[in-house]
């Protein structure tokens, strides 16, 4: 295993941040945790025109044909940036499952418009449990006709305020094992009966009460084949997982570099604090942390691109980043002192962003648990 980047990669990480840089300042990530959408439409625009929201599609559907470790390196950035909007619901939640699982007419009609920036998909799962097991999934799809009609509220969908498209995972069937039963639907943002509400949260990121009244959606948006689409959830949790450690990844190396410069800046008793010996062993054991994190990332994100099954090692990295991103910024803090709590410095903005990507699809508990199924505890 070569964990080196290619020239592709390495050119794709360096206009990525450059890009990032340039377009995403802190003044516009502040901007966007007040705004109603959330994200940029001009820069969202940009960022197809550059191929980043069809990296990963197939070239036929106006992809790039690139692989997952590609799509974790361009994650990398955006997390180091905070980068807002809907990238992850978009191109992991909702265009990854219609490109695996799609019929063909669904792939024609919906990836060549995410490639182009022309539409915003997510995926609504969680309901008021906020849990990710199928007995939790309690919103119902009935057959009428030629329709099913989906009724219940989800919660925590990240998203949907401005989503075109909205996977739905609903139950069409009752069954003693929980797992049987689950389908998956491709249902219009616009569709009859839908009602959207924006919950406030920490990250100032766009999360949102999903309520379905009787909502009409026609057999031939069924993703998958119907009763059968548990498995197919727990890919999507598997794939969020891994893409949102990448995002973390990002933070926290940025939290890491900021943290260090400071500790040379800032000068108390006549030297800088990074010659005292309990900063120096704070920056070490925060660099420990993001180093060791890297390796374990891209290998996940490796094994994913060669088809090589690796749900332990995607626990692995999502388990260790949930407790690790937030160990980094709190350590950040104890070395910037006050002046890291307050709202016009950059370091409370990955803070809250830590605590907040430690719960997006599993936090460290629930990544231990399938550590351990994957050791055949």
Same mark, same amino acid.
């Given at each position: ?227 059968? =689409? ?12 891994? +893409? $949102? #450690? !990448? %995002?973390?990844?990002? &933070? ?87 002046? =890291? ?12 962003? +830590? $605590? #907040? !990507? %430690?719960?997006?699809? &599993? ?15």
């Amino acid at each position: 295993m070569d964990l080196s980047f290619s020239e592709e990669q390495e050119m794709l990480w360096k206009s990525a941040r450059d890009f990032l840089a340039n377009k995403c300042p802190k003044t516009l990530v502040r901007q966007m945790e007040e705004d109603e959408k959330g994200y940029v439409p001009e820069l969202w625009k940009e960022m197809a025109d550059l191929g980043w929201i069809g990296l990963p599609f197939p070239e036929k559907y106006g992809g790039g044909g690139f692989t997952f470790l590609d799509l974790v390196i361009l994650l990398e950035e955006m997390g180091r940036a905070c980068l807002p909007g809907p990238f992850i619901s978009t191109v992991v939640l909702g265009g990854l499952p219609i490109a695996k699982w799609g019929t063909e007419q669904q792939k024609k009609d919906i990836l060549p418009k995410i490639c182009k920036g022309e539409a915003i998909l997510t995926l609504a799962l969680t309901e008021p449990s906020a849990r990710y097991d199928a007995v939790s999934v309690q919103v119902k799809a009935k057959v009428e006709g030629d329709h099913y009609v989906i009724s219940g509220t989800k919660l925590f969908v990240n998203d949907a305020n401005v989503a075109d498209y909205i996977i739905v995972v609903a139950r069409t069937a009752d069954s003693a094992n929980p797992e049987e039963g689950i389908t998956l639907f491709i249902v219009d943002g616009k569709s009859p009966g839908i009602t959207t509400h924006l919950l406030r949260t920490i990250a100032g990121d766009k999360q949102c009460e999903f309520t379905l009244n009787k909502v009409k959606v026609p057999k031939a948006s069924v993703l998958g084949k119907p009763n059968q =689409g548990w498995g197919m959830v727990g890919e999507i949790i598997q794939w969020a997982a891994l +893409a $949102k #450690a !990448a %995002e973390m990844m990002g &933070g926290a190396q940025q939290v890491l570099e900021m943290t260090i410069q400071y500790a040379k800046d800032r000068v108390q008793f006549d030297r800088p604090i990074g010659s005292f010996q309990i900063i120096q062993h704070y920056l070490a054991d925060m660099s420990i942390d993001v180093d060791s994190s890297r390796v374990s990332l891209h290998k996940a994100a490796w094994m994913l691109s060669e088809g090589i099954s690796c749900a332990k090692e995607i626990s692995v990295i999502k388990g260790w980043l949930s407790e690790a991103y937030r160990r980094v910024t709190a350590q950040a803090h104890q070395i910037h002192g006050a002046i =890291g709590f307050t709202k016009d410095h950059d370091l409370e903005l990955y803070f809250r962003r +830590a $605590k #907040a !990507a %430690e719960l997006f699809f &599993g936090d460290a508990d629930f990544h231990r648990e399938i550590v351990a199924q994957q050791l055949g505890m």
